[in-house]
């Protein structure tokens, strides 16, 4: 059983940066990846990395977030950059059913979830 903690949520203005962390319980191989949902709105993926650290991206967030995982310390991050109020949201990070990415980042995809981290851009 799988289970993951995120962290680094935070109220930041306009350009600004933040990190999110997330601590996963256990070893996993797996792909895993980082989503989001604002209020009223779909859950949305944003990016996603295998353990070779091949990456995916949404269009919404290519240049500007990197998604890394360091397997040592079982550890998910994002680092996100020029953040806009668009991307304020809950942002989730989930563990993939496969070690292969998804072709598209669709929640349907992972198993496993944290329960979230409120990033807010204002």
């Known amino acids: 059983h799988v289970q993951l903690v995120e962290s680094g949520g935070d109220l930041v203005q306009p350009g600004g940066s933040l990190r999110l962390s997330c601590a996963v319980s256990?070893?996993?191989?797996?792909?895993m990846g980082w989503f989001r949902q604002a209020p009223g709105k779909e859950r949305e993926g944003i990016a996603a990395?295998?353990?070779?650290?091949?990456?995916s991206y949404a269009d919404s967030v290519k240049g500007r977030f990197t998604i890394s995982r360091d397997n040592a310390k079982n550890t998910l991050y994002l680092q996100m950059n020029s953040l806009k109020p668009e991307d304020t949201a809950m942002y989730y990070c989930?563990?993939?059913?496969?070690?292969?990415?998804?072709?598209?980042?669709?929640?349907?995809?992972?198993?496993?979830w944290g329960p979230g981290t409120q990033v807010t851009v204002s």
């Open positions: 989930a563990v993939a059913k496969s070690t292969a990415i998804p072709w598209l980042l669709r929640p349907s995809d992972y198993a496993y």
């Open positions: 256990g070893y996993s191989s797996y792909c």
């Open positions: 990395i295998d353990s070779y650290g091949s990456t």
